[in-house]
């Protein structure tokens, strides 16, 4: 049956990517809901929230507020935080709620600027999306809000978009990049939104060049370039560590994961000798990074038949796939993504 889950839990929506974007960035974070949202966020799509501290609340929507639209007690109520937490901005996540009565988030945010003295962001997500699509437009929208000034280029300087733990899968990889970068080039790595903060997203004209490790942040990417002139590479610096050691000589492969993690892992396996190589994905797919073959997942069926008619040596997924293609009998490497299973690396 398309559609069905048997094998695989929801995968986190765009009002949680929204969040992981912003999670670090010493902002009040407001998730405009009822409570469910926040909850979910909070238990079980930010691993971050177990060992982080961060200002994230919940709108507490009644039924007769959000019938009526009662936008003023929302801003109250983000007034009456501000003056509690230390905060560098305030951002309005959207969900359901929002989205079903239509709510205007630029008349919230001038509603809310003119009753505090901070930047306020608005996200307007809807729940209806996957988590790389809140992420994308909380990007954008962080970089809109506070990239505005030109700094002085430092060539021994390169910026990391799209860490986060629903990418990355490894809450230490922004550490593991950092030490790679200056050990191998000599260069200072930042990692926007995951251990760097806003203050370096406010500099980000002043790096050589940015790296791109999620197809969520191209879109931001490009951006820069725009209005900055910073060049962007797109790979994801830690792909050696997701290959085991083993003779990829004249192997068929299949890899599931995030598109930019994917298509790195596509072209190490080439240089090792592989001899055909398939990606495929079950979030954002950019067209500019597609080969011929990579398809995006819709169903559990589609993968379960992509395994079936594939004839692979060697599939590159994580683990919480592996029972759903039982008569497989070629090598499964598990290559965790957190976006899909909810387990860390």
């Avoid at 007034?79 to 079903?100: C, H, L, M, Q």
């Avoid at 760097?196 to 790296?211: A, H, Q």
């Avoid at 209005?227 to 299949?254: C, H, N, Q, S």
């Avoid at 819709?298 to 379960?304: C, M, T």
Wanted: proline share 3%.
């Amino acid at each position: 049956m398309r559609g069905l889950r048997k094998y695989l839990t929801p995968f986190a929506p765009d009002q949680s990517g929204a969040v992981s974007v912003l999670f670090e960035l010493g902002g009040i974070v407001v998730i405009c809901d009822a409570g469910g949202c926040t909850g979910n966020v909070c238990g079980f799509d930010e691993p971050r929230w177990f060992e982080q501290k961060s200002a994230i609340f919940s709108a507490g929507l009644r039924d007769m507020d959000a019938i009526l639209g009662r936008d003023d007690r929302l801003v109250a109520k983000l007034a009456d935080a501000a003056e509690k937490v230390d905060a560098a901005f305030t951002a309005v996540i959207g969900t359901p709620v929002p989205a079903v009565i239509a709510t205007d988030y630029l008349a919230l945010r001038r509603m809310t600027e003119k009753k505090m003295n901070l930047p306020v962001l608005t996200v307007d997500t809807d729940g209806m999306e996957l988590y790389d699509k809140g992420e994308e437009k909380a990007f954008l929208e962080l970089f809109k809000t506070f990239a505005v000034e030109k700094y002085p280029v430092d060539e021994h300087k390169i910026g990391v978009l799209g860490m986060t733990p629903q990418d990355v899968s490894d809450l230490a990889a922004a550490d593991k990049i950092r030490e790679l970068f200056q050990r191998k080039y000599g260069q200072k790595a930042v990692c926007y939104c995951m251990g760097d903060g806003l203050e370096e997203v406010k500099k980000v004209s002043s790096v050589s060049k940015n790296i791109v490790v999620s197809p969520a942040a191209l879109a931001t990417a490009k951006y820069l370039e725009k209005t900055f002139g910073t060049a962007y590479e797109i790979y994801y610096p830690l792909v050696e560590d997701l290959l085991p050691e083993m003779d990829y000589t004249g192997k068929r492969i299949l890899v599931v994961h995030q598109q930019v993690i994917a298509g790195s892992i596509r072209k190490e396996l080439l240089k090792r000798g592989a001899k055909a190589i398939q990606t495929a994905c079950w979030f954002m797919m950019k067209k500019e990074l597609q080969a011929d073959g990579d398809v995006i997942l819709r169903d559990e069926d589609a993968y379960i038949e992509l395994v079936q008619n594939g004839e692979f040596d060697i599939i590159f997924a994580d683990e919480c796939m592996d029972r759903m293609t039982p008569k497989f009998d070629g090598t499964f490497v598990n290559t965790r993504h957190f976006a899909v299973s909810g387990k860390l690396i």
